[in-house]
């Protein structure tokens, strides 16, 4: 793995650490909770942050030719199908298109 790339993962590495820590906020103490220190700043705002960060470094790795991207929404899209399956979860494709 060449520089530019370990660097890449290592952040996308904490920024998928602190994706996993906003959630955990939301779940115990709401998406409209702050920290008392950032009273402008909601878990969910935070959260919206640390998930552009983690979009922000996936899209360097296919900049770099490190992953697909057109590999990658195929996955996703597998993950859709076995989600329909496994979960109660509701997909509509139609609003999973980005405005």
Partial sequence: MDK????????????????IQMVSKIRRFGEY?????EP??????K???ELGDVIAMIQLLAAHDYIDMQ???M?????FEKLKKW??????YDKLKYK
């Fill in 4 to 19: 530019q790339i370990d660097e890449i993962m290592s952040i996308l590495q904490e920024e998928c650490a602190e994706v």
């Fill in 33 to 37: 909770n702050h920290h008392p220190d």
């Fill in 40 to 45: 402008e700043l909601t878990n969910l705002t």
């Fill in 47 to 49: 959260f919206k942050q």
């Fill in 71 to 73: 590999h990658i929404h």
């Fill in 75 to 79: 996955l996703k899209h597998e993950k």
């Fill in 87 to 92: 979960s109660d979860i509701n997909i509509d």
